[in-house]
């Protein structure tokens, strides 16, 4: 009987649960914001444009931290959270580039500031939370 197969090593599986959430999340809000919407329905409580997208780049700056921590894990928290919102910002940046060479959508200085904002604000809110938060000597 074959030796069960052996696992995956550590790095390989740190890298799916490192850098491969953040990949796929960037590549989503791409599609997301170059694919032809027809109108959206209406409901009780719409959330704003310029939320979702505070929200959506705060989001993918925190993968991209988590990212750049597998790339170098050395490098300080700070730092992290840094490289993440300002990687973020600038995808924000090259998708509203990217809608600008389409007929159906259209690109917008706020629609970015937005992104920056909730990338700002994701890693403000995350390095204040880990300050406040013991760490665990073993765990």
């Given at each position: 009987m074959p030796p069960l197969a052996p696992a995956l090593p550590p790095r390989s599986a740190a890298f799916v649960t490192h850098v491969l959430p953040a990949v796929a999340y960037a590549g989503a809000l791409f599609y997301g914001?170059?694919?032809r919407l027809g109108a959206l329905p209406e409901v009780g409580f719409m959330a704003t444009d310029?939320?979702?997208?505070?929200?959506?780049?705060?989001?993918?700056?925190?993968?991209?931290?988590?990212?750049?921590h597998f790339f170098r894990p050395a490098v300080t928290l700070a730092k992290k959270l840094a490289l993440g919102a300002a990687g973020s910002s600038l995808l924000g940046l090259v998708l509203e580039?990217?809608?600008?060479?389409?007929?159906?959508?259209?690109?917008?200085?706020?629609?970015?500031?937005?992104?920056?904002?909730?990338?700002?604000?994701?890693?403000?809110?995350?390095?204040?939370?880990?300050?406040?938060?013991?760490r665990r000597a073993h765990g």
């Amino acid at each position: 009987m074959p030796p069960l197969a052996p696992a995956l090593p550590p790095r390989s599986a740190a890298f799916v649960t490192h850098v491969l959430p953040a990949v796929a999340y960037a590549g989503a809000l791409f599609y997301g914001g170059l694919i032809r919407l027809g109108a959206l329905p209406e409901v009780g409580f719409m959330a704003t444009d310029k939320l979702l997208h505070t929200l959506a780049f705060g989001g993918l700056a925190l993968l991209l931290a988590r990212t750049v921590h597998f790339f170098r894990p050395a490098v300080t928290l700070a730092k992290k959270l840094a490289l993440g919102a300002a990687g973020s910002s600038l995808l924000g940046l090259v998708l509203e580039v990217c809608q600008a060479f389409t007929r159906y959508r259209s690109a917008d200085l706020w629609d970015w500031l937005a992104d920056t904002v909730g990338a700002l604000l994701a890693s403000a809110l995350l390095f204040a939370l880990l300050a406040w938060v013991p760490r665990r000597a073993h765990g």
